[in-house]
């Protein structure tokens, strides 16, 4: 007897939904962050061998692109950090009603661009 049906859910019948989003994109924010702090860490270092090398990072942060990414940045370790919070609060056993992942899901989008702004108007002493 020969079954037919798919074996796992494909592209033509799976619906996404916000956790899927939330999911895939936390992996994907986790492995920015790594490398961030990676270069980070080289950043510092770089001190250490003058006001010279510091001289390059500083103009390539002052920069449009380096603007840019501190932005893009922030905002991964903002998600990131809103994330691992619902992750947390699963973890302990709550919020796993259909209802309250979707809510989650979005507070978390919405709370890391919000918080992104935040971080930014702080920066720039606005607020």
């Not at 940045?73 to 994330?83: E, M």
Request: proline residues 2%; hydrophobic residues 50%.
């Amino acid at each position: 007897m020969e079954n037919n049906n798919p074996l796992s859910p494909h592209i033509q019948i799976y619906r996404w939904h916000i956790s899927s989003l939330v999911s895939i994109s936390h992996r994907i924010t986790g492995i920015i962050n790594i490398a961030a702090i990676t270069i980070i860490c080289f950043w510092i270092a770089s001190l250490l061998l003058g006001e010279n090398s510091y001289e390059l990072t500083r103009i390539f942060l002052n920069s449009i692109l380096g603007k840019f990414i501190i932005l893009g940045l922030t905002w991964s370790f903002s998600f990131q950090i809103l994330s691992e919070i619902r992750h947390l609060i699963m973890d302990l056993g709550h919020g796993f009603e259909l209802k309250v992942t979707k809510i989650t899901g979005l507070i978390v989008i919405i709370g890391s661009f919000f918080l992104t702004i935040l971080i930014y108007l702080i920066g720039k002493q606005f607020i």
